[in-house]
Nanobody
Framework: QVRVVESGGGLVQPGGSLRLSCAASGSIVKINAMGWYRQAPGKERELVAAITSGGTTNYADSVKGRFTISRDNAKNTVDLQMNSLKPEDTAVYYC?????????????????WGQGTQVTVSS
């Protein structure tokens, strides 16, 4: 079994910072891309930031210069440092990982999601 668990959400004032963490555990061969998505009420889930196993990053235009994604391949973790937060950053944030595990004795990649963590930016 594989688990993906987020932590670190909460309530913060505009201009403040939060750090989200995500850890994958279980029968993992390797993890390819990892990323953070968010979904605000009434809106579709959108990509916030992603990072490959080699460290190449990609950010949504709305968070460039404010958010930083990082990962620790040895620990199977990915973090999202969020600075200069705005009310429009309020959403449920989800961790996503492309995890390779054995399926019928063959290494196969599956898409895993965490349960989500609420981030609220409000004064």
């Amino acid at each position: 079994q594989v688990r993906v668990v987020e932590s670190g959400g909460g309530l913060v004032q505009p201009g403040g910072s939060l750090r989200l963490s995500c850890a994958a555990s279980g029968s993992i061969v390797k993890i390819n891309a990892m990323g953070w998505y968010r979904q605000a009420p009434g809106k579709e889930r959108e990509l916030v930031a992603a990072i490959t196993s080699g460290g190449t990053t990609n950010y949504a235009d709305s968070v460039k210069g404010r958010f930083t994604i990082s990962r620790d391949n040895a620990k199977n973790t990915v973090d999202l440092q969020m600075n200069s937060l705005k009310p429009e950053d309020t959403a449920v944030y989800y961790c996503n990982a492309g995890i390779v595990r054995y399926s019928f004795y063959r290494p196969t990649e599956y898409d895993y999601w965490g349960q989500g963590t609420q981030v609220t930016v409000s004064s």
